[in-house]
């Protein structure tokens, strides 16, 4: 390719970073409101909030930005540019499926510790704050990874609005060079990459998160346990 194609590959690039750190943010905020929602002591809050978690992980991300850009323009007099329909469609969706990783990672706090947390007068935020969450957290990670590239996928949707991400820019440079091999072939590597740099990057911040709780590494935990021979402890 010449180098105002791999100019025009590059931009792609940045806009889908761009779009993944946006969306991936608004999906974060989501999953934490709606899934703490989805704890709550009031049955008409967990309904909002299940409501919300059905609706948008039943229906399709393309209908939604579709909807976002195409449909709700006209009904309400305003328009999004590309980047922030894209944003909001994603996130929104998105945010679904991270607030089941959220409830299922409070629910699986062992019961004891909410106890602890009542016995010691400590209101629902600060149990939720100061106990609940910071055992939780670690355990989303693995799950909110694997979220987090289906949502790095879920990007090349927005090409449909005429956006110019990475999946857009690739199928111009396509109908410039009348060859789809080759460069969809660097595109499989770009997305690879960046999925990559993110996996790595999720675990290391799991490794942080469980030293911060005290869960050292499934070895080490093994090593520390184990009595030296000699020691005359039986």
Known sequence: M???????????????????????LLATAVSFVVGIARTHRLWIVRFLAGFYTE?????SALVMIFWVFFVLPPAFGWQLVPLWAGTLALGLTYGAYGSE??????????????????????????????????????????????LLIELL??????????????????????LALQESAEIYTYILLIYFVIAFLL????????????????????????????????????
Do not use: C, Y
Not at 215 to 227: F, I, N, T
């Open 55 to 59: 609706v948008f992980r039943g229906t």
């Open 199 to 234: 996996t790595r990057s999720m675990r290391g911040l799991e490794k942080k998160l469980k030293a911060g709780v005290g869960k050292a590494p499934k070895k080490k935990a093994a090593a520390a346990g184990r009595v030296p021979e000699g020691s005359g402890v039986s």
């Open 101 to 146: 990783i959220v409830r299922g990672a409070l629910a699986a706090v062992d019961p004891a510790q909410r106890e602890g947390g009542i016995a010691l007068s400590f209101t629902p935020w600060q149990r939720m704050k100061l106990i609940l969450l910071p055992q939780a957290v670690p355990e989303m990670i693995p799950p909110f990874s694997n």
């Open 153 to 174: 996928k879920g990007t090349a949707l927005v090409s449909i609005m005429g956006m110019g991400d990475l999946a857009f820019s690739a199928n111009l440079v396509r």
């Open 2 to 24: 010449t180098s105002g194609l791999w100019e025009r590959v590059l931009d792609g690039v940045w806009v889908t970073i761009q779009l993944l750190v946006l969306s991936a």
